[in-house]
């Protein structure tokens, strides 16, 4: 049987050494030294709150803040921080005053939470969705572009695309899609919930009307850290989802946008002020920074991707520039569960085997009605190659895989 190992950088996690834990992708994991430095926000917050939230709150937020914007190469005062993508979506998409009988323009690639806030609002604004589908597999990135705008119309309000789709996983041409639907006036949302962090971001030369990302996945801030970045030209549309005491009362040199969204009520600002930390650290695992942390990460989704094809004969479903560092592979059939009715918010009894019978922590979701089953590998620096042959070894074991395809 292989040996699951770590590498050497898992040092700097809290994880549990006993289980292999293949799935960063769906909450991420903070370093110790970041939990450290927020535990001394924390600390610093409740030994005065009033000189913390009043006088010295605002500055870390903004050194925070600065950090992020050259980070994702954007200006400081076209980002806010929210709490995760979803929280983004929901923001722009009930900011934005639609026309009744206009449509949404979505892929079947995106998340259910933001499906799920599209049906609602199209419910009550009488909107029509428009979801295009993007089968698997994908050879030709242009095909994805070429549906996509081919879906446009006159009607189109706006379109909702995933930057790296959570299932099944792969990376959109961004670049291509915004720059089409940019010269035709439509605008667009991207979901970049997976993207900073995994892949290297210029929000001011993609040029987006909106933009939202979660920190707290690729990044490795503490959970509840996202941003939601809007150009220029759109910042009087968008409000934030809590109006809160002061808006509108106080005479401020901030942005329309970037007053109202400065104070939503107490919170804990901690994980946004860990941002600026998180970047440096992260940046600090390998000398070449985060460019090699980006390629790293890369090279073992495609590897472990590419072991796993070749050991089940599974033909590689995507060009290798649609992958970043994270990967669904479709992985046979649930023949058990074929008459049943799936959504994306069902995950096979395949992953509960591994977990529980190995001690492997890795998705294992449906695609589409299902019963194709597609298992997600998203590797952080704390993996190491040696938990995919596990991984394999534990696949090959399942009974239900014994029936084959």
């Known amino acids: 049987m292989p040996e699951p190992k770590y590498s050497k ?5 809290l994880l549990d050494k006993s289980v292999t834990f293949l799935n960063h992708g769906s909450f991420g994991a903070c370093p110790t030294p970041i939990l450290e430095k927020q535990s001394e926000y924390r600390k610093q917050l409740e030994s005065e709150p009033l000189r913390f939230m009043m006088r010295e709150c605002d500055a870390l937020l903004a050194k925070s803040k600065n950090k992020l914007s050259a980070f994702v190469n954007c200006n400081p005062g076209d980002l806010v921080f929210i709490n995760n993508a979803t929280s983004g979506v929901n923001t722009v998409l009930k900011s934005l005053n639609f026309k ?90 991207v979901d970049g919930a997976h993207a900073p962090g995994m892949v290297p971001l210029n929000l001011n030369k993609l040029n987006a009307p909106y933009y939202t990302g979660n920190c ?8 509840g850290s996202a941003f939601l970045f809007v150009r220029e030209d759109k910042q009087k549309l968008i409000k934030p989802l809590v109006t809160s005491r002061l808006y509108g009362e106080v005479k401020t040199t901030l942005s329309e946008m970037q007053y109202n969204f400065s104070w939503q009520g107490t919170f804990d600002p901690t994980p946004y002020i860990c941002i600026a930390d998180a970047i440096d650290f992260m940046g600090s695992l390998f000398p070449g920074g985060w460019k090699e942390l980006m390629k790293h990460n890369h090279e073992l989704a495609l590897s472990a991707g590419k072991k796993i094809c070749n050991e089940f004969e599974i033909e590689f479903p995507y060009l ?81 895989l014994k029936s084959k395809r």
Not at 9 to 13: A, I, R, S, T
């Open 320 to 400: 290798d520039d649609l992958i970043a560092g994270l990967m669904g592979i479709p992985f046979f059939k649930d023949k058990k569960l074929s008459k049943r009715k799936l959504s994306l918010h069902d995950y096979s009894p395949l992953q509960d085997d591994l977990f529980y019978n190995y001690n492997i922590e890795v998705v294992v979701n449906y695609w589409e009605k299902a019963p194709q089953r597609i298992l997600r590998i998203s590797p952080q620096v704390y993996n190491d190659i040696s938990q995919y042959e596990y991984l394999i070894y534990a696949l090959k074991k399942v009974k239900r």
């Open 216 to 223: 707290h996945k690729w990044i490795c801030s503490p959970k």
């Open 9 to 13: 950088l898992v040092k700097h996690w």
């Open 100 to 189: 009744s009988g206009s449509e949404i323009l979505i892929t079947n690639h995106i998340y259910p939470a933001c499906k799920n806030t599209i049906k609602k609002i199209a419910k009550e604004k009488n909107l029509t969705i428009k979801e295009i589908k993007i089968p698997l597999p994908v050879f030709n990135s242009s095909n994805i572009t070429d549906k996509i705008i081919n879906g446009v119309n006159s009607k189109t309000a706006i379109v909702l695309i995933d930057h790296i789709s959570s299932i099944p996983g792969i990376r959109f041409p961004v670049e291509e899609i915004v720059n089409e639907l940019n010269s035709r006036n439509i605008d667009v949302l």
